[in-house]
């Protein structure tokens, strides 16, 4: 496999299909070429790292709902559109849900080889990001319900003795629950706890004194 992964590139057109899977080779890429979205799904790895080089306007359907359904079933690509009749609505949605670029036919090689080498990129933060979630979503798991109420007001910045009162416990035990929190999250501060929290999506709680 190049560096970097693999671009999948689908589109309809068997011209445009061998000549940017040509250029694409040529520039060092390991190219997997479908002819259609059928195509493109029934052989597609979502584990595979790469990009995804998609043709907006097929004969199946549009281009950009593929994208959209592939981020909803969370096989997420970077993309980058082609296209052959574009017009700003289009260009706007696809930038909107996320794309690369959208770049129209013909367009110039270096400009293609240059939008790839983003989306490689960006497939590898994205990777990364999911990969780091789960492994904060992990260890969340490992928490007690008590230890995720502390949870969201220490990443608040609450004091022990405000969550304390605010739960209806001592401060003593706050400072348990809160020794337990950082050692199953294995965070070293609560500046990287409230970073694994937020990837986590976990919302800190409200403050007692903006509540009064």
Known sequence: MSPGGTVFLVDDDPGVLRALTRLLRASGREVRAFASQREFLGQHDPAAPGCLVLDVAMPERNGLDLHCDLAASGNERAVVFITGQADVPTSVRAMKAGAVDFLTKPFDD?????????????DALMRRNRAGRREVERKLATLTLRERQVLAHVVAGQLNKHIAADLGTVEKTIKVHRGRIMQKMGAASVVELARMSDLAGIRPAPSPALDA
Do not use: F, S, Y
């Not at 270096?110 to 960006?122: F, K, M, N, P």
């Open 110 to 122: 270096a400009q293609l080889l240059a939008a790839v080498q983003v989306a490689i990129d960006r």
